[in-house]
């Protein structure tokens, strides 16, 4: 599968096509018809690159958690920031997705059940994988003093809550860039909202 159909403008395009109709119609609604025509190609010309509806979906999964890990893994390669930053950048990432991917995010979480069960399992690694990434950040800045001694696999479970459930409100036309809900909501988990 490719990372993020960055080698083929057809196929980038498509992929494109069927996120804008996966999240207008559903997609169980959308068929390969309709993403052909909105493509501007003939069916056959579409089963050409991909040969289901389902290798769309797995393609749109694979390129969004193949995104966000090898953006932490950068930063962690590249040893500059502390577990604080680290933490505020990988919400950054998450929450950006919602500008760089618009359409995306609701597919991977709402269509998450469609994929085969292989890709399914392979899917759950991977979020399993990045949720690992974002429990050894905190686990870090615990070690640092940085955190506070909380219970780091129910602290990531929340960070993650709060990353992941803003494809449900958030919006390009908003009066806050992805980047800044992201600051807020990182302020906030560093802060608590009890007053000092």
């Known amino acids: 599968m490719t990372s993020d159909g960055a080698e083929n403008p057809r196929r980038s395009q498509i992929i494109e096509v069927a996120t804008e109709l996966f999240d207008r119609r559903g997609y169980h609604e959308t068929t390969m018809q309709a993403i052909a025509d909105g493509a501007g ?18 393609e749109l999964h694979e390129t969004l958690m193949t995104v966000v890990i090898r953006q932490h893994s950068d930063r962690l390669a590249a040893g500059r920031l502390g577990p604080p930053d680290l933490l ?46 974002v429990t050894d950040v905190l686990v870090a800045g615990q070690k640092e003093g ?43 988990l560093l802060n608590g909202i009890a007053p000092r």
């Open 41 to 58: 190609i003939r069916k056959a010309s579409l089963y050409y690159y991909f040969r289901s509806k389902e290798d769309i979906l797995v």
């Open 146 to 188: 940085e955190f506070a001694d909380v219970d780091p696999e129910m602290a990531a479970i929340a960070v993650l809550s709060l990353m992941n459930w803003t494809y449900q409100w958030f919006r390009r036309s908003g009066p806050l860039t992805a980047e800044e809900v992201a600051d807020r909501l990182w302020q906030m």
């Open 88 to 133: 505020r950048a990988m919400m950054r990432d998450v929450i950006g997705l919602m500008e760089s991917h618009p359409g995306h995010l609701r597919i991977f979480f709402e269509s998450y059940r469609a994929l085969p069960l292989d890709v399914r399992e392979s899917v759950s690694a991977q979020r399993s994988a990045y949720r690992r990434m």
